[in-house]
């Protein structure tokens, strides 16, 4: 099957990889489709840089929109056309950092990053909230894990998304678990309990009712 993925900086160049590793095709394309361009061809055939974002969905089942919080607003606008009928993949934390590399929430603490993303998506588009949970160093290291599968967490109120990001997990080289409706997506946010964990399937169930 075929993924877009929008943003393919240190998160999202780490995803592409994964996934064509698990054999899906993917659409590329980042701010000046530069890095798109260079990741498309370190991956070689399965992937392609999309001659934009709104190109990149273009036959895709999915996308995975590895963006920061702060641009995810209007990447969703401007896609909104293609987007209805698909998956969106978002894995952003809401945060952003000053000149000094200073990070902040950009929500008022407590308030679901799932859910403000959620009312940005245009009608019959499904959310998952997932490969967020881990920095992009330990999702690269973890893939693939054997014997015992590593496990990445994701939210959805919706069952379809579900199954959907759950293949998706599994092609990228794990055990998909989830956490909750959309409304606990900061459970799996930068200090979230779930966030940063690498664990199997066993420790990853005991820990969902653990909140
Ligand atoms: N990095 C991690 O370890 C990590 C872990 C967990 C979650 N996350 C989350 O993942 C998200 C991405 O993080 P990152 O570290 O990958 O950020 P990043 O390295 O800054 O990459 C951001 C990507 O977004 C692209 N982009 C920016 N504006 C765009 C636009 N209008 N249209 C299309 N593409 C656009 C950039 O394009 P160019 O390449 O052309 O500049 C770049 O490829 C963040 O929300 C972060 O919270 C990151």
Not at 31 to 51: K, Y
Not at 76 to 94: M, T
Not at 140 to 164: C, K, T
Request: aromatic share 2%; proline share 4%.
């Amino acid at each position: 099957m075929t993924t877009a993925i929008i943003g393919t900086g240190g998160l999202g160049s780490v995803i592409a990889r994964q996934l064509a590793s698990g054999g899906e095709t993917l659409r590329l394309s980042s701010a000046d489709n530069e890095s798109a361009r260079r990741l498309a061809a370190e991956i070689g055939g399965a992937a392609v840089a999309a001659a934009g974002n709104c190109d990149a969905l273009d036959g895709a089942d999915a996308v995975v929109l590895a963006l920061r919080f702060t641009v995810l607003k209007t990447v969703l606008a401007e896609i909104a056309g293609p987007l209805a009928g698909k998956l969106a993949v978002v894995p952003s934390n809401p945060l952003t950092s000053d000149a000094q590399g200073n990070v902040s929430r950009v929500l008022p603490e407590g308030q679901s990053s799932g859910k403000v993303i959620a009312g940005w998506l245009p009608t019959g588009a499904r959310l998952a909230m997932a490969f967020g949970t881990l920095s992009a160093g330990l999702l690269q290291s973890a893939g693939n894990r054997s014997p015992e599968p590593a496990v990445l967490f994701y939210v959805s109120d919706d069952d379809r998304a579900g199954q959907e990001v759950e293949r998706l997990i599994r092609t990228a080289g794990f055990e998909p678990v989830k956490a909750g409706g959309i409304e606990q997506s900061g459970r799996l946010e930068v200090g979230g309990d779930l966030h940063d964990l690498v664990v199997g399937p066993a420790k990853a169930r005991s820990l969902i009712g653990g909140a």
